[in-house]
């Protein structure tokens, strides 16, 4: 049996106002998870990532026809191991463990849009406030733009442009544990206790969300610069440095701007982190030869 799934991890901008009726979007990275299908094995002591394989194939077997199948499993690896820690790995594990199972159970490769429709099912059963494009980010690559109203309407607004080489060159991700990640209970104390404050905070989500699809759409790096300073600024205080932007993403990572590397190691050499190139994937799930 060699059947072999790749797909790219992807980051959310703007996430956090999705709970509230904002949008996002969601950038596929070139950090990568695959998946093998290979014959179940059962090992006491599993982690929580073969755990919630098994969950998946679980879920499909009940879903489907496959229940007379031997059982199958997915072998997981990453291009690099902090790829684990991003907040989207998740859902790229899921999508790569869902399409294997779709093959190997059924002998035919999924189409894209059931792989995603499948794994966005699953990710809503063990992650309560998951961003819907995670899913379709790993699925479909490139950009991806998202409402919450957007499950309703079954659609993956995937946008006609890519991150143009002038902004996609200037991006880091920096894993950093200067900061807790707290700005969604931030909106939730906000909302319970300055209700006017808070919309006002989730209308500049929007609007700064909408300004960085304008900057790439343009490939105006000054406009994207000013976008991003100002939506990272609405959580943590932004550098010193003009030049400089950082987005936080979640899970002690961020999403740092910046044009001129000696800046950005300097930024991360401060005590702020690990500094990682960025790269964007033009393409999402892929099968492997």
């Known amino acids: 049996m060699n059947i072999q799934y790749s797909a790219p991890v992807g980051i959310s901008i703007g996430g956090l106002g999705v709970t509230y009726g904002k949008p996002c979007i969601t950038i596929a990275t070139g950090l990568t998870v695959k998946g ?28 489907t026809r496959f229940k007379n199948k031997k059982k199958l499993t997915v072998a997981i690896t990453v291009d690099n191991p902090e790829a684990k820690s991003l907040p989207g790995y998740l859902a790229a594990m899921v999508v790569v463990a869902v399409a294997g199972f779709l093959h190997g159970y059924g002998e035919n490769e999924a189409t894209p849009d059931v792989v995603n429709r499948t794994a966005y099912e699953i990710m809503k059963k063990c992650k309560k406030e998951m961003v819907g494009s995670e899913t379709s980010s790993s699925v479909f690559g490139g950009v991806i733009y998202y409402r919450r109203e957007f499950e309703f309407l079954k659609t993956v607004s995937q946008l006609n442009v890519r991150l143009p080489q002038a902004i996609a060159g200037a991006l880091w991700l ?82 740092l701007y910046s044009r001129d590397e000696p800046q950005a190691q300097a930024y991360t050499s401060s005590g702020c982190g690990t500094l990682f190139c960025f790269t964007q994937a033009k393409v999402g799930l892929q099968r492997q030869a």
């Not at 299908?37 to 499909?60: C, H, T, W």
Request: with cysteine; glycine share 6%; proline share 3%.
């Open 36 to 63: 093998k299908v290979v014959n179940f094995v059962d090992r006491p002591g599993q982690n929580e990532e073969e755990l919630m394989k098994e969950k998946i194939s679980a879920y499909l077997i009940r879903l």
């Open 174 to 255: 920096v894993r950093t544990q200067r900061h807790p990640d707290c700005s969604s209970q931030t909106i939730r104390h906000g909302m319970m206790h300055n209700l006017q404050k808070t919309r006002l905070v989730l209308d500049n989500i929007e609007r700064q969300i909408k300004r960085i699809i304008i900057s790439m759409t343009k490939e105006d790096t000054i406009f994207f610069l000013k976008a991003m300073r100002n939506l990272g600024g609405i959580y943590w205080r932004q550098p010193l440095n003009k030049n400089l932007a950082t987005l936080s993403l979640g899970n002690g990572w961020e999403l």
